[in-house]
């Protein structure tokens, strides 16, 4: 089993940019694929973006050209980038992986999830 531990999220001004962080421990993060979701207020958690163990991404339509996906395997992290954030960005943020080398959308997919990390991005 893996163990993870999203960081980094905060409050920041529309516009602005911030880097998660999913630290992965007990495996190696790069076995996995691993996808980001996010849960705003009063809606269902929705996939935004994610990484394959070969390294192949895929994005969310809202998020195209604002948000990247990373990985660094001896860190045995992976990093989500957000820029030209925007007040509708604002949610709960998790990370989640997967031994299957693809990328669902569907949360029950994935077998391993982090405690989520709060995102509000102010207008």
């Known amino acids: 089993q893996v163990q993870l531990v999203e960081s980094g999220g905060g409050l920041v001004q529309a516009g602005g940019s911030l880097r998660l962080s999913c630290a992965a421990s007990?495996?190696?993060?790069?076995?996995?694929?691993v996808g980001w979701f996010r849960k705003a207020a009063g809606k269902e958690r929705e996939y935004v973006i994610g990484?394959?163990?070969?390294?192949?991404?895929n994005y969310a339509e809202s998020v195209k050209g604002r948000f990247t996906i990373s990985r660094h395997n001896v860190k045995n992290t992976v990093f989500l980038q957000m820029n030209s954030l925007k007040p509708e960005d604002t949610a709960v943020y998790y990370c989640?992986?997967?031994?299957?080398?693809?990328?669902?959308?569907?949360?029950?997919?994935?077998?391993?999830w982090g405690q989520g990390t709060q995102v509000t991005v102010s207008s």
């Open positions: 989640a992986a997967r031994f299957l080398d693809s990328l669902p959308q569907r949360p029950y997919e994935y077998d391993y």
């Open positions: 007990g495996r190696a993060i790069s076995t996995y694929a």
């Open positions: 990484i394959r163990s070969g390294g192949s991404t």
